[in-house]
Every structure is written in structure tokens, then in C-alpha cells.
């Protein structure tokens, strides 16, 4: 089984910063695409950014040039740094992972979510 872990949310006044954190761990052979996704109250899950094992990242076009995602393959993290948050980012942030558990086998998985409220 895997699990896929958030942390690094909270509470940031405007103009803030905070970096998330998806730790992935379990049976895994390889990890593919590791995307953030986030659902404000009232709203539909939306993408924010994603990123292949090797190549560039995509982002939401309400956070390009604020936020950036990064990984690192060798400890399976993803991260997303947020840079000059907004009360609008203000949501629940997942992690999703595509984890190979074999060679051939794979499955899409969630992270449990962290809350990031962006308040003064």
C-alpha cells in the first residue's frame, strides 16, 4: 500500500510564504506525475501545479510566478513553495502522486490534505 503525506500548512498574513510538503511512502517501484490540487470551501477541486519525474513543471495560471513545484526523486518528496499568498489561495491543498508500484503496474494517489488560510 502507499500513503501520501502533506505538511507546511497554516495560518500566513498576505504577502506570505509557505512551502508544502507530500512525502510518499509504501510499496512504490517509481513515482510519475506529482501534482498539488486545492479546494477552497464551496468550490470544485482545481489543479494548481504538476510535474513529470524529469521535464518541466505546469501551473495554474492564478499562481504562475508565485508558487513553484519541485521534487526530489531519491527521498520520493514533492514540494510547493507559495510566494506572496493571497486570502484567494486560501484552501485545502492535496498532493496526488501516479505510483508505479511494479514496472507495469501503476495507481493515482491522494494525499489527506493540509488547510492553508491566508488571513490577516
Known amino acids: 500500500q502507499v500513503q501520501l503525506v502533506e505538511s507546511g500548512g497554516g495560518l500566513v498574513q498576505p504577502g506570505g510564504s509557505l512551502r508544502l510538503a507530500c512525502e510518499a511512502s509504501?510499496?512504490?517501484?517509481?513515482?510519475?506525475?506529482m501534482a498539488w490540487y486545492r479546494q477552497a470551501p464551496g468550490k470544485e477541486r482545481e489543479l494548481v501545479a504538476s510535474?513529470?519525474?524529469?521535464?518541466?513543471?505546469n501551473y495554474a495560471e492564478s499562481v504562475k510566478g508565485r508558487f513553484t513545484i519541485s521534487r526530489d526523486n531519491a527521498k520520493n518528496m514533492g514540494y510547493l513553495q507559495m510566494n506572496s499568498l493571497q486570502p484567494e489561495d486560501t484552501a485545502v491543498y492535496y498532493c496526488?502522486?501516479?505510483?508505479?508500484?511494479?514496472?507495469?503496474?501503476?495507481?493515482?494517489?491522494w494525499g489527506q490534505g493540509t488547510q492553508v488560510t491566508v488571513s490577516s
Open positions: 509504501g510499496s512504490i517501484y517509481s513515482i510519475g506525475v
Open positions: 496526488k502522486a501516479r505510483v508505479w508500484s511494479t514496472r507495469y503496474n501503476f495507481r493515482d494517489f
Open positions: 510535474m513529470p519525474t524529469a521535464g518541466s513543471a
